[in-house]
């Protein structure tokens, strides 16, 4: 399809005669426009209408006349339009359109307007409308001087045929941005047309309907969303390189994203996180969003050397956007604020509404990750912090610097105080009493004024390994005096090998974890009630913590009949039970701690969760009293009454953030906005 | 397979028929050795740093007086510039010394 109307296109500069030559084609063109190009019945069907119209005329109906041959013409157009876009938003289709109307639609109204002898010189062409299409002086192939009627036909037929494709376009604007980057032909040709024919309004109504209906649903991932609004930016901001209706058009996928729970989390994974769960193909593979932005950053500074913004572009689009009846969602004044270029970053930063809180999120999740490091390799988090210092400014980064010069610091302490070893100091090297080295002990050593808020558990670790981590305490404070350690006994990473009769497993596990089955050692069977005393937990988070180790066929868990209480027995030869997971030799990691979906960092969400469920009571209070109530309103009256005790100080995002957990409990519920107790 | 570095690999019990050897990466964090949290000149945290600085720890550090007080070392410094004559303790008023 696409290569025989490019076809058409070609032949465009051609003569007339070898035009003439050319074999009908399509379906279409078949009817209509196979006869203008068979050399006799051409010139006889031209006659016949001629005739006919003339004949009208006669009678006084000349529009009558004019309209009937039109409304074919425009059906005929119209169907062209449809054929030749099709589905296919990979190929560009408004030349080989334009070429079709040169082609066949004004070859019959010159035959026929000479015919009917309305022609008559047109001198100059390029005055007056001037088409857009038009970038080259029209040519009318075996035209010498167009009349004005014909002029005025291919003005009435380009403009309709853009509209045409641009309503094909916009009902397919959602695919379209789903298949973006590849469907970068179809938003160029739909650019194109809405500069002609100004109807971006339209655009803007369709897309946020599409947005509704198929992705703003509970069924889509937050992460899907996220994407395709990464997307929409990216793929409008050709057509609205001023940004004015993409401000109109994110701003409901911007709402339905802040009353997601995990919004924040998914931005800071796909801004930071090249390795993250989404294939949706933004970008290459293993690059994250931020990397990418960046890159695409320093080419835009390149080629910026030669010509800064097209600003007549900008203009334009102002001057399209000001056109608008409707103004209402896409506020000229609202998008134009002085940008120079769509800024998907600050597009991305607005869902949440301030840098700050995605920092603090990042922060977090940085915390986690550096936590669980049996290393201290961090170069791509320092690859990622350095482009989140270019965007975010290197005052908001400083307490995650910080963090990665504890590793940084960390790794250079952690030899040094392995390089004490070898030589003699005042105590012996080698703890005498376990006979275990400091080699199987690494430290991370953190500031812990400059990291989030970390859990600590009182845990009491096997007494070798104690024995330890007071020798690297002692060993620190000699060499870094007057500074001691404090150990968080429950942080940490264990590789951990067991060796059973039968087979040999191969552990990554958290602290606890370890501490647990180190107790079997010497003893292989416990009640949960003793082994909680020894590890120094409660016994129900010891039931809790063991049952990685059930999971795994390395403990097995029975009733003690006479204390009543769960009873766990090292499973010595997996011949005893029936075969569980652990085969023999194979290396199972696993960061023990994930499985309960929470780490010892706590979450910027539990952080807020606690500063704000004083509010609680207070907002629930509300609206049992007004039945439903806004965001906004909830957050005025907040504002209002909570001055003392404590002050409530909460950003818009916050509140609305903390009021989607309560929806997620079930305590409150959510519709069109506004929210109220649930029933 | 399991990556250990050699003699990294040790065991507990010696002569264990079931036998567990592990490497142990801990994380602690480290606190200055001193009897007060905070400086009493700045206010802020001693495991902090002093306003003027940005790093904590080695680039910010603490010295006591001889009257075992202890502060971060750029304010007292800072301090002591800053008294036209003798400088004393700002918390105990004693005349103030650096700890030898
Ligand atoms: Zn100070
Ligand atoms: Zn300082
Ligand atoms: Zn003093």
């Given amino acids: ?679 | 397979m399991w990556l250990l570095s050699g003699d990294a690999v040790v065991c507990l019990e010696l002569a264990c028929e079931d036998c567990i050897s592990f490497l142990w990466h801990a994380v602690a964090s480290w606190t200055w050795d001193a009897q007060d949290e905070t400086c009493g000149i700045c206010r802020m945290a001693f495991d902090g740093c002093c306003p003027d600085c940005k790093l904590p720890g080695d680039d910010c550090p603490l010295i006591w007086g001889s009257c075992n007080h202890a502060f971060h070392l750029h304010c007292i410094l800072k301090w002591v510039n800053s008294q036209t004559s003798q400088a004393h303790c700002p918390m105990c008023r004693r005349e103030w010394q650096f700890k030898e």
């Fill in chain 1, 1 to 679: 399809m696409a290569g025989e109307s490019k076809d058409c296109y070609d032949k465009d500069d051609m003569d007339v005669d070898e035009k003439d030559k050319m074999p009908p084609k399509s379906g279409v063109m078949d009817i209509d426009g196979g006869h203008l190009h068979g050399e006799r019945s051409d010139s006889k069907l031209v006659k016949n209408i001629g005739k006919v119209v003339r004949d009208l005329r006669g009678l006084g109906f000349t529009s009558m006349a004019e309209d009937a041959y039109a409304s074919a013409i425009f059906l005929l157009l119209k169907a062209k339009v449809h054929d030749l876009a099709g589905d296919d938003f990979r190929t560009s289709v408004l030349e080989s359109i334009k070429g079709w109307i040169q082609a066949v639609p004004l070859q019959f109204l010159h035959a026929l307007l000479s015919y009917l002898g309305d022609s008559f010189n047109y001198d100059s062409p390029s005055s007056g409308l001037k088409s857009p299409l038009a970038s080259r002086p029209p040519s009318y192939p075996g035209i010498d001087a167009p009349s004005e009627a014909l002029v005025r036909w291919k003005l009435r037929l380009e403009y309709f045929a853009y509209e045409t494709l641009q309503d094909l376009r916009i009902a397919k604007l959602f695919e379209i941005i789903v298949d973006y980057p590849e469907s970068t032909p179809a938003i160029e040709d739909l650019k194109q047309c809405l500069e002609y024919t100004g109807q971006h309004s339209k655009l803007v109504e369709s897309f946020i309907s599409a947005l509704r209906y198929r992705l703003l649903t509970a069924g889509a991932s937050t992460n899907d969303i996220l994407h395709q609004y990464v997307s929409t930016i990216k793929a409008l901001r050709t057509i609205d390189t001023a940004g004015v209706f993409l401000e109109a058009v994110g701003e409901p996928i911007r709402e339905y994203l802040r009353g997601r729970k995990d919004t924040i989390k998914c931005i800071v994974t796909m801004l930071t996180d090249g390795t993250g769960g989404n294939s949706n193909g933004t970008g290459n593979a293993g690059d994250s969003l931020l990397e990418e932005l960046n890159r695409e950053e320093e080419n835009q500074e390149n080629s910026a050397l030669e010509d800064g913004f097209n600003t007549d572009d900008k203009q334009a689009w102002i001057t399209a956007a000001s056109w608008e009846p409707d103004p209402v969602e896409a506020d000229p004044l609202k998008g134009s604020r002085n940008h120079r270029k769509v800024d998907i970053l600050g597009m991305i930063v607005g869902i949440i509404g301030s840098k700050d809180q995605l920092v603090n999120e990042y922060r977090v999740m940085l915390a986690e990750k550096l936590l669980n490091k049996s290393d201290y390799d961090i170069e791509s988090e320092i690859r990622t912090l350095e482009l989140l210092k270019i965007h975010f400014g290197e005052s908001s980064m400083q307490k995650c610097e910080i963090m990665l010069n504890d590793l940084i610091d960390s790794k250079r302490t952690n030899s040094n105080i392995k390089a004490t070893i070898g030589q003699a100091s005042q105590t012996s090297t080698v703890s005498e009493d376990s006979g275990i080295s400091l080699d199987i002990l690494d430290a991370t050593i953190i500031s812990s004024n400059f990291w989030p808020p970390i859990q600590e558990e009182a845990l009491n670790l096997p007494g070798p390994v104690d024995q330890l981590l007071s020798d690297y305490s002692r060993r620190y404070t000699e060499i870094r005096t007057p500074r001691k350690l404090l150990w968080k006994k429950n942080l940490g990473t264990v590789k951990l090998e067991l060796q059973f009769e039968d087979r040999e497993v191969q552990f990554m596990v958290a602290p606890v974890h370890a501490a647990i089955i180190m107790q079997f050692q010497d003893q292989t069977s416990w009640t949960s009630k003793k082994l909680a005393a020894v590890i120094g937990l409660p016994v129900d988070v010891v039931n809790r913590k063991i049952n990685f180790w059930i999971s795994k066929g390395i403990i097995a868990e029975t009733m003690d009949p006479e204390s009543d209480d769960h009873m766990f027995t090292l499973v010595e030869n997996t011949s005893d039970v029936n075969k569980n997971s652990g085969d023999g030799g194979s290396c199972e990691e696993l960061l023990a701690g994930d499985e309960e979906g929470e780490g010892p960092v706590a979450s910027v969400e539990d952080q807020l969760r606690k500063e704000m469920t004083i509010y609680e009571k207070f907002i629930m209070g509300m609206l049992t009293n007004f039945g439903s109530m806004a965001l906004d309103r909830i957050h005025n009256t907040l504002k209002m009454f909570c001055v003392a005790d404590p002050t409530y100080d909460k950003s818009l995002q916050q509140l609305q953030s903390f009021l989607s957990g309560l929806v997620s409990e079930e305590k409150l519920e959510v519709r069109d906005g506004m929210y109220s107790l649930k029933k």
